[in-house]
Nanobody, 127 residues
Framework: QVQLVESGGGLVQAGGSLRLSCAAS????????MGWFRQAPGKEREFVAA????????YYSDSVKGRLTISRDNAKNTVYLQMNSLKPEDTAVYYC????????????????????WGQGTQVTVSS
């Protein structure tokens, strides 16, 4: 089992940048596919990005491709989300998620695939 704790959210102006971090407990972090999801008020949780266990392959939603970058440091048990050129529509609670039993394919883009979730961190982008 793994516990996930996000940090790095905050208030930023449009066009600005933030870096979210998600620290994981446990000794098997490298065996987990990791993802970032977000949920805006009144909307469903949506996929943002995912990263494979050790090869560094990544997926992104079309709405963030080219602006947000997911990465991981298995030595530090941490996954990151670098957020550049932020827009007001990026405003949401951002959640990291992990699972060691899913394939890095369409499964990694579905929230229902992940067993482990962080508590979320608020990102607010002002116009």
């Amino acid at each position: 089992q793994v516990q996930l704790v996000e940090s790095g959210g905050g208030l930023v102006q449009a066009g600005g940048s933030l870096r979210l971090s998600c620290a994981a407990s446990g000794r098997t972090f490298s065996s987990y596919v990791m993802g970032w999801f977000r949920q805006a008020p009144g909307k469903e949780r949506e996929f943002v990005a995912a990263i494979s266990r050790s090869t560094g392959y990544t997926y992104y939603s079309d709405s963030v491709k080219g602006r947000l970058t997911i990465s991981r440091d298995n030595a530090k048990n941490t996954v990151y989300l670098q957020m550049n050129s932020l827009k007001p529509e990026d405003t949401a609670v951002y959640y990291c998620a992990g699972d060691n039993g899913i394939l890095f394919d369409i499964q990694s883009r579905r929230a229902s695939s992940y067993h482990y979730w962080g508590q979320g961190t608020q990102v607010t982008v002002s116009s």
